[in-house]
């Protein structure tokens, strides 16, 4: 049986309310009457699906910049976003254990392991914006790591803590809510 969706709209950052939100929705939809998908160019994407593009623009940015993946590779003996429990999430998206989504983490990862290079320094490392403890924390951060095919971020472009052209303006912008009709 085809189902079909209808979009209602476009739920901005969620952040930690991801689960109250969700449970929202479950009370307002019914449970299994909604879901999240990113629209890229008609298509509607799923959460691993948009996770293997915001992976490629990480990617596209770390084999542009040698000299950073340099410097992570060096000083860093793993990285995590908004818990140092993150790490056990190791290259599977799907691992979401705190209340916020983390994705940075494990893209950062999986690029790393397609360059052919890994962590060897003695520093657990924070990649979250200003709430980082090292200089990449802000320069590996979704908001300032640019999307690489800009023009399939959905306009208008949503604005929030991260910079306009960012993997997380892809990530917001793109994302919708659709119920089931």
């Known amino acids: 049986m085809v189902e079909n969706w209808q979009t209602v709209g476009r739920p ?28 890229v160019d008609g298509a509607a994407l799923s959460f691993l699906d948009v996770c293997l593009l915001y992976e490629f623009a990480y990617l596209v940015f770390l084999n542009d910049h ?7 590779t060096s000083e860093a003996c793993e990285i995590y976003d908004d818990e140092e429990s993150n790490v056990a999430s190791g290259m599977d998206y799907t691992k979401q254990e705190t209340t ?5 983490d494990i893209a950062i990862r999986r690029c790393l392991s397609y360059l052919g290079v ?4 003695k520093q657990l ?13 802000i320069t590996l951060s979704p908001g300032n790591v640019p999307f ?11 604005v929030g ?5 960012s993997v997380e303006a892809f ?10 009709i």
Request: no cysteine; proline share 5%.
């Open 12 to 39: 901005g950052y969620l952040g930690k309310k991801r689960d109250e939100t969700y449970a929202k929705w479950d009370r307002e939809y019914g449970k299994g009457n909604w879901r999240l998908v990113w629209l």
């Open 66 to 72: 040698p000299e950073i993946v340099e410097q992570l």
């Open 100 to 104: 916020r989504t983390h994705i940075q």
């Open 118 to 121: 890994w962590f060897r320094g």
């Open 125 to 137: 490392i924070r990649i979250r914006q200003e709430k980082g403890n090292h200089p990449l924390s």
């Open 148 to 158: 690489n095919h800009p023009e399939w971020i959905a306009k208008p472009e949503l």
């Open 161 to 165: 803590w991260w910079k306009r052209g």
């Open 171 to 180: 990530y917001q912008s793109n994302r919708f809510l659709q119920v089931k």
